[in-house]
């Protein structure tokens, strides 16, 4: 299947309650995840795009990743080349296509899709704790941010729950959500002394570099240990 026409398209995409998870993958890790979500597409979101940019293929989303974790893990350069926020879709009439010229386009949400972005977070001293997707010098890079709505409104204005039986892409966020749980660990942090609880993860293989993260030495913050959960997934 293609992408949807956006003749056909009678509003914007509207959605809410979502689910989000940061994650920071080890490359190997997010190599692994790609290959136990089984088939998907990459779709960059929110840029002008040629035709044969339409689709990332997985191994050019992993060699952009490596390169973003390594110039902020190992020179604490921010990087040139970012990676584009994308749609992780099983169906590609999920999305639409908005021609601007010849062959300039968008792509835009049509119906529910993991949306997927580099993480950042920036840490308050005084008040102790995270402020999320917060874009400043002193923003920390952490890996992934993947989000899916709970809710989310028709071209005719319906409101509708999002339920892995009936969208692909529920079923989708649900597998990625069970895969994460599996094969990283929660992360907690240490500041002057205190731990600090959040809801980022990590893979285990990243601890040694995590630990050495210049970002974080400069904040003075510390990675607790990370502690493999039990698992309730199969």
């Known amino acids: 299947m293609n992408f949807s026409d956006a003749k056909d398209k009678k509003c914007e995409y509207q959605a809410s309650k979502w689910w989000k998870l940061q994650v920071f993958f080890s490359l190997d890790a997010l190599d692994f995840f790609f290959q136990d979500l089984g088939s998907f597409w990459i779709c960059p979101l929110g840029k002008v795009l040629q035709e044969e940019e339409q689709i990332l293929e997985k191994d050019q989303y992993l060699q952009a990743y490596k390169k973003k974790v390594d110039q902020y893990l190992t020179h604490h350069i921010t ?3 970012e990676i584009s926020p994308c749609a992780f879709t099983v169906l590609k009439e999920d999305l639409y296509l908005m021609n601007l010229s010849q062959n300039r386009f968008l792509l835009k949400i049509k119906n529910p899709v993991v949306q997927v972005h580099p993480y950042f977070f920036r840490f308050s001293k005084q008040n102790r704790s995270f402020l999320s997707n917060v874009y ?47 094969h990283t660990s929660p992360i907690s942090f240490e500041f002057e002394g205190e731990k600090i609880v959040t809801s980022m993860r990590a893979s285990p293989q990243l601890f040694c570099l995590l630990q050495k993260y210049p ?20």
């Not at 607790?224 to 698992?231: A, D, F, H």
């Open 215 to 234: 970002k974080l030495i400069e904040l003075g913050l510390n990675i607790g240990m990370l502690k493999k959960e039990v698992s309730d997934v199969d």
């Open 79 to 81: 990087p040139i080349e």
């Open 136 to 182: 400043a010098e002193d923003s920390i890079f952490w890996g992934l941010q993947f989000s899916f709505p709970q809710i989310f409104q028709d071209e005719d204005l319906n409101l509708h729950k999002v339920h892995p039986q009936t969208f692909a892409n529920a079923a989708l966020f649900q597998k990625m959500r069970r895969w994460i749980r599996k």
